[in-house]
Nanobody
Framework: QVQLVESGGGLVHPGGSLTLSCDVSGLSVNSNAMAWARQAPGKQREGLSC????????WYAASANGRFTISRDNDKNKVYLQLDHITPEDTAVYYC???????????????????RGRGTQVTVSS
């Protein structure tokens, strides 16, 4: 059974940084594409980033490119999302997702991957 548990969210000031974590069980982060998506209040869920289980390549949505960094720890079977230069528009619930397949495909598809955690809230406010 695949389980994803996010943590690390909280209140952060504009311009600040935050690292989100995802504890993964039931599959290996090393051989499966792992992703992050988010859902802001009143908006559809948005795919942010994907880390390929084939070659480790990273893919980002335009809203995340240059500010967010996805990574993984194979030994701990965890996935991370580093958020930098955070803005109020980044306020959302952030989800760790996976389709249980090696490749990433289109980043936007990560918002509807089969497996998703309960999410962690990130609130950006001064």
């Amino acid at each position: 059974q695949v389980q994803l548990v996010e943590s690390g969210g909280g209140l952060v000031h504009p311009g600040g940084s935050l690292t989100l974590s995802c504890d993964v069980s039931g599959l290996s982060v090393n051989s499966n594409a792992m992703a992050w998506a988010r859902q802001a209040p009143g908006k559809q869920r948005e795919g942010l980033s994907c880390l390929s289980g084939v070659d480790g390549s990273q893919w980002y949505a335009a809203s995340a490119n240059g500010r967010f960094t996805i990574s993984r720890d194979n030994d701990k079977n965890k996935v991370y999302l580093q958020l930098d230069h955070i803005t109020p528009e980044d306020t959302a619930v952030y989800y760790c997702t996976t389709a249980g397949l090696p490749g990433c495909g289109v980043v936007s598809d990560t918002a509807t991957y089969e497996y998703r955690g309960r999410g962690t809230q990130v609130t950006v406010s001064s």
